[in-house]
């Protein structure tokens, strides 16, 4: 028999045409993504088809065919209970026919192949199968010359996905062209498919990547939820143009929320799509995202604009451009630019409090440089108020331009020098005061440097890291009174000096079982900044930075440069870890710490110098001795007047696979005092609640309450979810009711809520 008859059985051809206009890039399978030990934040799972039966195409699976090696290599290899050849025009194999190359076989009561016209005919239970699919047709015939086939009755399964279909017919035109008529397709048990696509007919093209196709509808249960006369779409992972699935929900804010997103494949590298919103409380709002990647930039710009917002009366968006692009080896260019038309956008359009709870806008450009052992910034800053609460003068100074360079390199053996430098201008607009005044502040430009040496020193098991600087602070002030200009010069310099030492030691351990090393690290840190009087000194973006573990071990309690604290203080620090023996993975980790001072704090940002002879205690605790269990505690206690600064305390079980309950308070003296459990319950393999409940006891009400269901089937997951939050800093709630279903293999519609349940339940998968 000819060795190119294994031409005449590429089916395979038309079934992956088949699949692919169907199933798309989605044909793949995917990683599941784990969550890993110890993590709070987990990835999004891959879709889970454990729950589907085992598909009834399956009865005629071969388990052992080859799974590696090539297929062109491999021999063609024909068996059959009886072979009939009259002549060299024809070949008949009859009972069990079957045609095998490497892992392809094709199956049938009878085959016969025409050596004259290349023609050939498959009949009586004709199946196929390969690494990747499963296919049976009630009769296939065509040529191998042209390459045609017609199957009449085809029924597939991927295997190395999941999926599965039917077509009344489907005929394989060429390599790259194929035709089929009353297709179906799902990823769904076959007998009981929860949804499904079907199409009157639909013709693929495999060179651009298309397939179109008349009368198509998504059918959930028996009810087509969208029907399109006409259909073009990708068959492979080139991009398309075309509508993506819509997202809805319901607040008392605004009413239903409707989203029909409109994707638009421009170029290969930049499309654009488009956001056409319903709000029907509200009005209608266009939305629109740009991104692009070249050579050199990536990046993208998206907005929202609403000509008229009928609740607020007026006229409403956004708008942000993220870019990133590489000027050389190096140099590059980034750019974090947002904006939005007014104080309430987050309140109004927000679905989170972290959204909410955004008190200023920031937006920043620089031109970056960096080589080895130095680095280097020109470009500025901005910052917009987006809490109604916050009047115009809070507004932080813009700056710009702004320059920085830092600097670092080898002097003589282990000493090294270095330089810290900003230069930055302040400009700030004038405002209207609460007694109507107009009031403009003090503008102008800063100069920011500190040389400095470094001998670090260390070991295995110690290290010694001795520095000393100047700092120079230099201004060109300008302040606007109703008659004239003042312009003043203050300046300040004042050295620095610290000492940072510590040991670390170790020890081997067991517990529970298990082999641990244990380190204990003392550490002390010394610092030295003589009094400067700075009452002279504008402030233009110095705050008092949060006190915390790291902040023992600094020279400035102060953002900025405005300010310098004055020091005479040693810390006094210990941390002690047990890492496993066998991963090296961390279990625990507990620190604490206090700065002693030996002089009084005189600089301060507002009120009097204090005379304190020791900083608050500070201690953190990271515990988490299984994989099932994680403790994390941060506790600040001022033994200057008795009393608790900072508290936080989290807990997390995880059990029952995926399930996870999170128990934690958080308290920050005279700003806040908060109790938060959130939790995912699996009830059974197809149920699951989730709930959370965030309660300020501050404030003695409620910052989000959220209560929902999730059911999980073969090929469906849906969830259900009602959510009370604040929408607004001054208090105001909203409530909203989120539906969303997830059509294993295609995709989701509905209110996309797997990005907020992740950032509210932590754990949550």
């Known amino acids: 028999m000819p060795r190119n008859l294994s031409r005449t059985f590429r089916l395979r051809h038309l079934v992956q045409a088949t699949v692919l206009c169907l199933y798309g890039a989605n044909a793949a399978a995917a990683n599941p993504a784990a969550c890993l030990p110890g993590s709070d934040q987990c990835p999004r799972k891959s879709d889970d088809f454990s729950l589907c039966k085992p598909n009834a195409l399956l009865s005629f699976y071969l388990p052992d065919l080859p799974t590696t090696g090539k297929r062109e290599d491999a021999d063609t290899d024909f068996s059959a209970e009886r072979f009939q050849s009259a002549d060299e025009s024809q070949y008949r194999l009859q009972g069990n026919a079957r045609v095998q190359r490497q892992d392809q076989v094709i199956r049938a009561d009878e085959i016969t192949y025409w050596t004259e016209t290349t023609a050939w005919l498959a009949q009586g239970k004709v199946r196929y199968q390969d690494r990747g699919m499963l296919l049976s047709a009630d009769k296939a015939q065509g040529k191998t010359t042209p390459n045609t086939a017609v199957l009449d009755g085809v029924q597939f399964q991927l295997l190395s996905s999941r999926g599965n279909g039917r077509a009344s017919q489907a005929e394989l035109i060429d390599d790259e062209h194929a035709r089929m008529k009353l297709v179906r397709f799902s990823t769904c048990d076959p007998d009981q498919p929860s949804w499904e696509i079907r199409a009157d007919d639909i013709t693929i093209d495999q060179a651009q990547g298309v397939a179109r196709g008349h009368d198509v509808s998504l059918r959930v249960g028996d009810v087509p939820i969208l029907w399109l006369p006409y259909a073009r779409f990708p068959t492979d992972d080139r991009r398309q143009t075309g509508f993506l699935y819509p997202s809805f929900g319901f607040n008392g804010n605004s009413g239903l929320d409707f989203t029909l997103p409109y994707y638009l494949n421009l170029a290969e590298n930049y499309d654009l799509t488009l956001y056409p919103r319903l709000v029907t409380q509200r009005g209608f709002m266009a939305g629109a995202e740009f991104r692009y990647l070249t050579g050199s930039s990536r990046g993208q710009i998206d907005g929202s604009w609403m000509p008229n917002d009928r609740r607020a009366g007026r006229e409403r968006g956004q708008w942000h451009w993220d870019n990133f692009t590489s000027l050389g080896s190096h140099w590059n260019f980034t750019a974090n630019i947002n904006g939005v038309s007014d104080k309430r956008y987050f309140e109004d359009f927000g679905d989170s409090l972290s959204a909410i709870a955004t008190s200023l806008l920031p937006s920043s450009v620089y031109l970056n440089s960096r080589g080895r052992g130095w680095s280097f910034a020109a470009g500025g800053d901005k910052y917009q108020i987006t809490d109604p609460s916050l009047p115009d003068q809070f507004e932080p100074y813009v700056r710009l331009p702004r320059l920085t360079f830092d600097g670092d390199i080898s002097l003589a053996g282990r000493l090294r020098g270095g330089i810290k430098s900003e230069f930055v201008a302040f400009d700030k607009d004038c405002y209207s005061a609460d007694n109507g005044s107009r009031v403009c502040p003090t503008t102008g430009q800063r100069l920011d440097l500190y040389p400095y040496l470094s001998l670090p020193l260390e070991g295995a098991a110690w290290f010694l890291r001795p520095e000393f600087g100047v700092r120079h602070t230099r201004y060109d002030v300008e302040t606007e009174l109703p008659s004239q200009t003042l312009h003043a010069n203050p300046q300040r310099t004042t050295p620095i000096s610290s000492v940072d030492m510590g040991l670390i030691f170790e020890r081997d351990t067991n517990l529970f ?90 600089v301060q940002l507002y009120g009097p110098a204090t005379d ?54 958080r308290y920050r003296r005279n700003f806040l005092e908060q109790a938060d459990i959130s939790t995912l319950i699996p009830l059974n393999e197809r149920w699951r609640l989730i709930g959370r409940w965030n309660y300020s006891l501050r404030d003695r009400k409620p910052l989000e309450n959220l209560f929902g269901i999730e059911r999980d089937s073969c090929c469906v997951i849906w969830r259900l979810l009602a959510r009370h939050y604040l929408r607004s800093a001054s208090g105001k709630a909203n409530d909203a009711i989120y539906f969303e279903m997830e059509l294993k293999g295609l995709g989701a519609i509905g209110q996309k809520t797997g990005d907020f349940l992740r950032r509210g339940i932590l754990g949550y998968q």
Request: no cysteine; charged share 25%; net charge neutral.
């Open 513 to 602: 079982g298990k082999s641990y090393t244990q380190t204990l690290e003392p550490r002390l840190y010394y610092l030295r900044v003589p009094y400067r009087d700075q009452s002279t000194l504008p402030l233009f973006d110095t705050q008092l930075l949060t006190f915390d573990f790291p902040q023992l071990f600094t020279t400035n309690r102060y953002s900025g440069a405005d300010r310098q604290m004055d020091a005479n203080n040693l810390t006094v620090a210990l941390t002690t870890r047990l890492l496993e023996s066998a991963t090296g993975a961390e279990r625990l980790s507990a620190s604490l710490g206090q700065i002693r001072y030996f002089d009084t704090q005189r």
């Open 612 to 665: 304190y002879s020791g900083s608050a205690y500070v201690g953190e605790l990271d515990l988490h001795l299984s994989d099932r269990w994680r403790l994390k505690v941060a506790e600040q206690w001022n033994p200057n007047d008795d009393r608790t600064d900072l508290s936080a305390i989290s807990l997390q079980r995880r059990f029952l696979g995926d399930g996870v309950l999170n128990l934690s308070y």
